[in-house]
Nanobody, 120 residues
Framework: QVQLVESGGGLVQAGGSLRLSCAASGRTFSSHAMGWFRRAPGKYQTFVASIVWVGGNTYYADSVKGRFTISRDNAKNEVYLQMNSLKPEDTGVYYC?????????????WGQGTQVTVSS
């Protein structure tokens, strides 16, 4: 099992920035990649970004490319999401996710989420 704890959400004006953090514990050695999903009000969760532990390859949803940056600290087992030029449509609950090396990019582990609200 992998446990994930997010932090860093909050309220920000459009154009502002926030940085989310996710601390992983437990069987972190079994994880191949971690990332972020978000659930906008009244919608399903959608992919935001992910990063591979070994090599650091990153992947982004088109809607956040150029504005969000995902990074990792392997020594701390932490992943970060730097969000710049935030828009009201970025509002939602952001979930940290992790996969298992046995099934890469199938995110079976989810944190409890952190709220991000962007006001116009």
């Amino acid at each position: 099992q992998v446990q994930l704890v997010e932090s860093g959400g909050g309220l920000v004006q459009a154009g502002g920035s926030l940085r989310l953090s996710c601390a992983a514990s437990g069987r972190t050695f079994s994880s191949h990649a971690m990332g972020w999903f978000r659930r906008a009000p009244g919608k399903y969760q959608t992919f935001v970004a992910s990063i591979v532990w070994v090599g650091g390859n990153t992947y982004y949803a088109d809607s956040v490319k150029g504005r969000f940056t995902i990074s990792r600290d392997n020594a701390k087992n932490e992943v970060y999401l730097q969000m710049n030029s935030l828009k009201p449509e970025d509002t939602g609950v952001y979930y940290c996710v992790a996969d298992d090396v046995a099934v890469p990019f199938k995110y079976d582990y989810w944190g409890q989420g952190t709220q991000v609200t962007v006001s116009s």
